[in-house]
């Protein structure tokens, strides 16, 4: 994975970018934010450094989530896509889903548990 370029974007294709090497980490979260965020259970992210990421087409608009938190989106069909934060200044996390191909992806780790809906942990998890 470390030379190859992953691309992705939104549900309608407004928002479009490409990510370059190999990234930082893939994990799931199961904060209450990002549950509120994405309408999900947990979230899967795939994080790089805001210099390995290009927009190709429109950039995503922003919501301050909370202080310190950017959560990107398309302004056309509402799409989460992204998340940054001041804990982690300079990177991009973004969404699984939002990759073109994110079978290349497989998460390697569970972050925020504390806050995980009960049944969206296995026992190796907890």
Known sequence: MTN???????????????A???????ANCHCR?????TGAA?????????EQVRWTNNPPSFHASSPGVRRGFCCHCGAPLTYA???WAGETHFLIGAFDDPYVFTPAGE???????????TPKDE
Do not use: N
């Not at 370059?20 to 893939?26: D, H, M, T």
């Not at 947990?42 to 805001?50: A, E, K, L, P």
């Open 42 to 50: 947990f979230s899967t992210w795939v994080g790089f450094m805001d």
């Open 85 to 87: 934060g001041e804990k």
């Open 20 to 26: 370059e090497g190999a990234p930082k980490f893939v």
């Open 111 to 121: 972050v925020f548990t504390e806050d995980a809906l009960a049944w969206a942990l």
């Open 4 to 18: 190859a370029t992953y691309e992705g974007g939104c549900q309608c294709g407004a928002v479009r970018f490409e």
């Open 33 to 37: 934010s990002c549950r509120k965020a």
